[in-house]
């Protein structure tokens, strides 16, 4: 089994900052990429970050305020919010894509997700 665990989201005012944590756990081979999704009612999931060796991508709304990164040794990937508006109010998803054994295909795998909230 593996697991994503979401961490870090909460009540925020506007201008603020709030760190998510995700750490994945369990029977995990390699980690390819990890990313950052959220969604807000009546909307679809959206990507906000994603890492993958030296490559980082980041939703054009994030982009300068949200910073992603990765430990790779501790199979944890964190999302640094600064300069929070209302807009960014969501719950935040960690999505990771990995391998369970070197003979198995890639696989996507979810969180449950955290909960932001941004007052104005």
């Known amino acids: 089994q593996v697991q994503l665990v979401e961490s870090g989201g909460g009540l925020v005012q506007a201008g603020g900052s709030l760190r998510l944590s995700c750490t994945a756990s369990?029977?995990?081979?390699?980690?390819?990429?990890m990313g950052w999704y959220r969604q807000s009612p009546g909307n679809e999931r959206e990507l906000v970050a994603s890492?993958?060796?030296?490559?980082?991508n980041y939703a054009d709304s994030v982009k300068g305020r949200f910073t992603i990164s990765r430990d790779n040794a501790k199979n944890m990937v964190f999302l640094q919010m600064s300069s929070l508006t209302p807009e960014d109010t969501a719950t935040y998803y960690c999505n990771a894509d990995l391998t369970r054994s070197r003979f198995d295909a890639l696989l996507t795998y979810w969180g449950r997700g955290t909960l932001v909230t941004v007052s104005s």
């Open positions: 369990g029977s995990i081979f390699n980690i390819n990429r």
């Open positions: 890492i993958r060796a030296g490559t980082i």
